[in-house]
């Protein structure tokens, strides 16, 4: 049996990690409260910018387009955003299992896949499983600093020339979308070519003025509408993450709690069996100089 | 007719504006228009250069950097990178931001990359400088 001694130190060893994972929680909730109003305030833009799609769509059947058209069955991209660190529960690592199904699961038939990431865990995960050929690791750029607009906007020229240069017939975006501090939503989207949305038919529609001519602006908003995706993915993802981080610490430091007071019980339990111990020899010696 | 235009500014990073306004007029890429309430559809792409709405008897002055318009039932929905209003703009940020690129631009050729970059920069600056200058 564990001597008192060492039951008090595994208390101290646990109050130890309780103290890191409450404060982990707590740098997690502070940063999921600025990842999240960035993820609100972003989503009118992509709302809104999607609602100009659908309705250039209903008018324009302009399949010319590189962005728009659909292409062959080849090769297809697959960007997956992850985190760069952990810590977090399974936020990670069900995102990277999502990915790799989808890949599998080949549900859209293409021949064959290539894997670009963004974030360290899914490099992690993904490069010891077979069949999985990643082409380029993004490092820090969902680390420790705000996304910034820019950043996506680079992420997303580089993925349209891979597209334009006719290396890839569609792009697919798998990240985490945020819905709420508990919940992530794992989700797998087609980047490129882009589909405009639903039209309805029905509806009677005037035709835009396009200035300068239909042309230009579609060549200026087709590629626009990938960085915006890609933006809200990494802010959603970089909201996700913190959520999922904070969840997970919050039931490390409860469990943490728990554990500390079965240890209390148990050393408090092992310190009575010595007293009493101790009393009995003090009777029983007495006892015998009588 | 409609009395009054909806007018929605959204930047990636958050709404601006979303006001019931009389009049707007914007930097088009082919040259400024102005869009009055009742408007047909119009699609276009924006440079970089100042909004101007009116609410009434006041004049709103925004500056907006590469973006486009759509207007359509009235409603006209701008969506653009980056949008200060006319109060929001620090004079003196803007005058150094100026500064820098006049330099810049006098140490770089013509052919090179970043030439283009600091163009822009200090198309940039020179919007907000003037933007800057309306404020009330």
């Known amino acids: ?290 | 007719m409609a009395e009054k235009i909806k007018l929605e500014l959204v930047t990636p990073y958050k709404q601006v504006l979303s006001e019931e306004v009389d009049e707007v007029t914007a930097p088009g890429t082919i040259g400024e228009f102005g869009v009055l309430p009742g408007h047909t559809s119009l699609l276009t792409t924006l440079k970089i250069g100042e909004l101007v709405y009116k609410q009434g008897n006041q004049t709103f002055h925004v500056a907006v950097n590469w973006g486009y318009v759509e207007v359509e039932d009235d409603t006209m929905t701008v969506l653009v990178e980056t949008a200060e209003p006319a109060d929001e703009i620090d004079l003196e940020r803007a005058k150094a931001a100026l500064g820098r690129a006049e330099e810049a631009l006098k140490q770089l050729d013509s052919e090179d990359k970043q030439f283009k970059v600091m163009e822009c920069a200090l198309e940039r600056a020179l919007i907000r400088v003037q933007v800057a200058g309306r404020k009330h």
């Open chain 1, 1 to 290: 049996m564990a001597s008192l001694k060492d039951i008090k130190k595994r208390i101290g060893t646990v109050k130890n990690t309780r103290q890191i994972t409450a404060a982990m929680k707590m740098v997690s909730a502070a940063k999921l409260r600025r990842a999240q109003e960035a993820v609100v305030a972003a989503r009118p833009y992509a709302d809104k910018l999607q609602e100009v799609l659908s309705n250039l769509a209903q008018r324009d059947s302009s399949d010319e387009h590189a962005l728009l058209a659909e292409r062959g069955k080849g090769k297809a991209l697959v960007v997956l955003v992850t985190a760069d660190r952990g810590l977090c529960g399974g936020f990670n690592t069900n995102i990277s299992k999502t990915a790799e199904k989808f890949i599998r699961e080949n549900p859209e038939g293409f021949e064959n896949f290539d894997l670009l990431l963004v974030g360290r865990k899914g490099n992690e995960y993904l490069k010891r499983r077979a069949g999985m050929n990643i082409v380029k690791v993004h490092e820090h750029l969902v680390g420790s600093t705000q996304v910034t607009y820019p950043t996506a906007a680079l992420l997303g020229q580089e993925v349209i020339e891979l597209y334009r240069g006719g290396e890839y017939d569609a792009v697919f975006l798998i990240y985490n979308a945020f819905i709420s501090v508990m919940a992530q939503d794992l989700t797998v989207r087609q980047l490129l070519p882009i589909q405009p949305g639903e039209v309805n038919e029905d509806e009677q529609v005037v035709d835009y003025i396009y200035e300068p001519n239909a042309g230009e602006v579609l060549e200026q908003i087709l590629p626009k509408n990938v960085e915006v995706q890609i933006f809200r993915a990494l802010l959603e993802s970089v909201a996700s993450e913190h959520g999922a981080r904070m969840t997970a610490m919050d039931s490390a430091s409860k469990n943490a709690s728990e554990m500390i007071d079965k240890l209390t019980l148990k050393y408090n339990r092992a310190r009575q069996a010595a007293i009493t111990t101790e009393l009995m020899e003090i009777i029983s010696g007495a006892e015998s100089i009588k």
